[in-house]
């Protein structure tokens, strides 16, 4: 259970590192640490890649912490282990270590390399939040981190107007998808009673006989 939680964390604790302690420690140590983190993260992600997919064992649930719990909601924080998450470490973590490692020579001449890097490694933690949801709500949270890391990079120089501008566009776009994933997260509990993936899937397994039974009596009906 160790190893997923350092896959997870560990790029939030270099963003940590980096965004809040860069101008303590320099540039150098932000860079090395954030990297470092992201790489020890690739090589764990391998790992878990062989186990989970390659081995075919079956999702496991990793608790983390009660997240809310008020009336009919009970959201867990917890991770879900399949072949689709381990498979999605292989590629976010294996891109975000060389996108880490090609930045250490690409942005040497800027002066907040901390910050920078810290953005990079909080982009990666809340992919890693999203692709490891065990709950709508969870995923949301993941998305709605997604976006945010994504504006802050794109708006990383923030003095050239371009930039600027195109990180507005990015983050009033992503507005119209936090609406749409809204939506259906409330479809999904009014729908299921749940917003948890192993609740939603299995009640939508009984759907799916009543769905097909209603689709062949309409097309029944239409070749009548």
Not at 34 to 43: E, K, P, R
Not at 182 to 194: D, M, T, W
Request: charged fraction near 10%.
């Amino acid at each position: 259970m160790l190893i997923y939680k350092l896959i997870v964390f560990l790029p939030l604790i270099g963003f940590l590192i980096a965004g809040l302690g860069g101008s303590s420690i320099g540039a150098k140590a932000s860079e090395y640490i954030t990297t470092g983190f992201m790489l020890i993260v690739a090589v764990l992600s391998w790992i878990v890649f062989f186990d989970v997919a390659l081995g075919h064992q079956e999702h496991i649930t990793v608790p983390v912490m009660r997240w809310v719990q008020s009336g009919g909601i009970d959201v867990e924080w917890a991770f879900r282990i399949d072949t689709l998450t381990a498979v999605m470490f292989v590629v976010v973590n294996s891109v975000s270590s060389l996108v880490h490692v090609y930045s250490i020579g690409y942005m040497h001449h800027d002066p907040h390399r901390p910050r920078f890097f810290g953005y990079l490694s909080l982009f990666t933690f809340a992919m890693l939040m999203l692709v490891t949801s065990d709950n709508l709500l969870q995923m949301f949270f993941g998305w709605e981190g997604v976006g945010l890391a994504s504006y802050l990079l794109i708006g990383f120089w923030y003095k050239k107007p371009s930039a600027s501008a195109a990180a507005m566009k990015a983050f009033i776009v992503n507005r119209v998808g936090d609406f749409g994933f809204a939506l259906g997260i409330f479809g999904c509990f009014v729908l299921f009673g749940s917003i948890n993936l192993d609740s939603i899937f299995a009640a939508a397994a009984t759907y799916l006989p009543a769905a097909a039974e209603h689709g062949a009596e309409a097309a029944a009906a239409a070749e009548g």
